[in-house]
Nanobody, 125 residues
């Protein structure tokens, strides 16, 4: 089992930046594809970004492409989401997820994965 703890959320003005972190413990971190989802009130959960076990490959939703960057540090068991040029529509609870399926970072299939508790990101206009 993998335990995930997100941090770095908060309130920021439109155009600003935030960096989310997700610290993992438990099983070998480098064996897992990692991703970030978000969910805004009244909206469906959205797959935002994913990264392969090695960090060599990434995926981004069109809504964040060019503004968000996902990265990971396997030595520190941590995955990051750098969010720049934030917009009010980025406001949501952001969840970190780990999957033992290496293709998950591309497919967005984390049904067999482990989820963090979420961190709130609020972007004011």
């Amino acid at each position: 089992q993998v335990q995930l703890v997100e941090s770095g959320g908060g309130l920021v003005q439109a155009g600003g930046s935030l960096r989310l972190s997700c610290a993992a413990s438990g099983r070998t971190f480098s064996n897992y594809a990692m991703g970030w989802f978000r969910q805004a009130p009244g909206k469906e959960r959205e797959y935002v970004a994913g990264i392969s076990w090695s960090g060599a490959s990434t995926y981004y939703a069109d809504s964040v492409k060019g503004r968000f960057t996902i990265s990971r540090d396997n030595a520190k068991n941590t995955v990051f989401l750098q969010m720049n040029s934030l917009k009010p529509e980025d406001t949501a609870v952001y969840y970190c997820v780990a999957s033992p399926l290496r293709s998950s970072f591309l497919t967005g299939d984390y049904d067999k994965g482990y989820w963090g508790q979420g961190t709130q990101v609020t972007v004011s206009s």
